[in-house]
C-alpha cells in the first residue's frame, strides 16, 4: 500500500523568508511523487513532479522540491515567500508498480504573513 | 482551453434523493477520475477510468456509480443520497500513453459542492 503523511496542518511564514512544507511517502516501489496547490473554491493545480533523476525538482511559482529517498521525504520550498502564495498544498505519490492510483497527504495550509 | 468542467457549482439534496454531477474535458485525455474532498483529509479517490467504455473502483466507490460513454464526459451518479456523502467533489483528467509513462499530472476542474440534508 502506498501513503503520504503531510505533518504540519498549518505553516505560518513571513514575507520574503524561505518556506517550507514537509511531505514523507510510503510506497513499495519507485515513487512517483507530485504537489499540487489549492486556492479557494478552486480545484487543485499542479505545481511540481518527481519521476527520476535530479532530487532537486523546479516547478511553477518559484517552488522546488527535494527528493530524499534515505529519509522518504519530498519536502516543497521557496527562497522568498509571497503573500500570493497563501494556499491549501498537497503532496501525493503513485507507486510505480502499483497501477492507477494516486494518494493524496491531508493538505498543508500555508499562511504568508505581510 | 476550457479543461476540465464541473457542473453543478453548488447543490443541495435532501437524503435519498439522486443526482449527476457532470464532468467534462476538452484536451482529449484518456484517464479520468472523480474525488471527494472532506476538510482535512485530502481527496480519497471515488472511480476512475482508462478510457471510454471502462470504469474501475477507487478507495471509496460505495453509493456512487459512473460511466464513460465518450472520451470527454465522465459522469459520477449518486443513487441515494446520504448525509455522509456531502463533500466537495472533485473530477480529474490526465493523459497516458503506455503503462510505465503514468507520470503525467493530472488537471482537475473547480468542484461541485455537494450538501445533503
Known amino acids: 500500500a502506498q501513503s503520504v503523511a503531510q505533518p504540519e496542518d498549518q505553516v505560518n511564514v513571513a514575507e520574503g523568508n524561505p518556506l517550507t512544507v514537509k511531505c514523507t511517502y510510503s510506497v513499495s516501489g519507485n515513487p512517483y511523487l507530485f504537489w499540487y496547490v489549492q486556492y479557494p473554491n478552486r480545484g487543485l493545480q499542479f505545481l511540481l513532479k518527481?519521476?527520476?533523476?535530479?532530487?532537486l525538482v523546479k516547478g511553477s511559482y518559484g517552488f522546488e522540491a527535494e527528493f530524499n529517498k534515505s529519509q522518504t521525504s519530498f519536502h516543497l520550498k521557496k527562497p522568498s515567500a509571497l503573500v500570493s502564495d497563501s494556499a491549501l498544498y498537497f503532496c501525493a505519490v503513485r507507486d510505480n508498480n502499483a497501477g492507477n492510483m494516486l494518494t493524496f497527504g491531508g493538505g498543508t495550509r500555508l499562511m504568508v504573513k505581510p | 482551453n476550457a479543461g476540465v468542467t464541473q457542473t453543478p457549482k453548488f447543490r443541495i439534496l435532501k437524503i435519498g434523493q439522486s443526482m449527476t454531477l457532470q464532468c467534462t474535458q476538452d484536451m482529449n485525455h484518456n484517464y479520468m477520475y472523480w474525488y471527494r474532498q472532506d476538510p482535512g483529509m485530502g481527496l480519497k479517490l471515488i472511480y476512475y477510468s482508462v478510457g471510454a467504455g471502462i470504469t474501475d473502483k477507487g478507495e471509496v466507490p460505495n453509493g456512487y456509480n459512473v460511466s464513460r460513454s465518450t472520451t470527454e464526459d465522465f459522469p459520477l451518479r449518486l443513487e441515494l443520497a446520504a448525509p455522509s456523502q456531502t463533500s466537495v467533489y472533485f473530477c480529474?483528467?490526465?493523459?497516458?500513453?503506455?503503462?510505465?509513462?503514468?507520470?503525467?499530472?493530472?488537471?482537475f476542474g473547480d468542484g461541485t459542492r455537494l450538501s445533503i440534508l
Open positions: 480529474a483528467s490526465s493523459y497516458r500513453t503506455t503503462f510505465r509513462q503514468n507520470n503525467q499530472p493530472q488537471h
Open positions: 518527481y519521476i527520476t533523476g535530479d532530487n
